[in-house]
């Protein structure tokens, strides 16, 4: 694999570090909010109280295998554009999400914030870096 087929995924993966740091959910009507970083730990507890919440957690799963079968193993094969184009959908079921647990022990009304953009803008650079690694692939 070459260093430039490489460096197609990067702009992927720093999306993606940078939504870690912005906030992803917050409360319209109060100082409440979730990081992606927050998301990220404690989105997997939706598999245990409620599976909707963990779906778009498990995107994260989808975009970090089909990075890594991708970009470090250098698998060039449809199934790694399938994963991540699965991701996204996955993702936006975030909108669903309308009410989340908050540190009280409560729920709080939240709705996406810059952080959810820039998350789904990295799981699209993925699919993008698949598809162009693909036809270079393909091309010769």
């Known amino acids: 694999m070459s260093a430039a087929s490489l460096l197609l995924f990067i702009p992927s993966v720093a999306l993606w570090v940078a939504a870690l740091f912005r906030v992803a959910l917050k409360d319209p009507g109060s100082p409440f909010h979730y990081t992606g970083l927050n998301c990220l730990l404690l989105g997997w507890i939706g598999l245990i109280s409620n599976p909707f919440w963990a779906l778009p957690w498990l995107a994260n799963v989808l975009y970090w295998f089909s990075l890594i079968a991708g970009a470090v193993r250098g698998t060039a094969s449809g199934r790694t554009l399938v994963f991540s184009l699965v ?54």
Not at 94 to 108: C, E, I, L
Not at 120 to 135: E, K
Request: no cysteine; aromatic share 12%.
């Open 87 to 140: 991701a996204i959908p996955m993702a936006f079921l975030t909108y669903g999400a309308r009410r989340v647990p908050d540190s009280s022990g409560g729920v709080s009304p939240v709705v996406v914030a810059s952080g959810f953009y820039l998350w789904v803008g990295s799981m699209l650079a993925l699919a993008a870096a698949h598809w162009i690694r693909g036809s270079l692939i393909s091309r010769g």
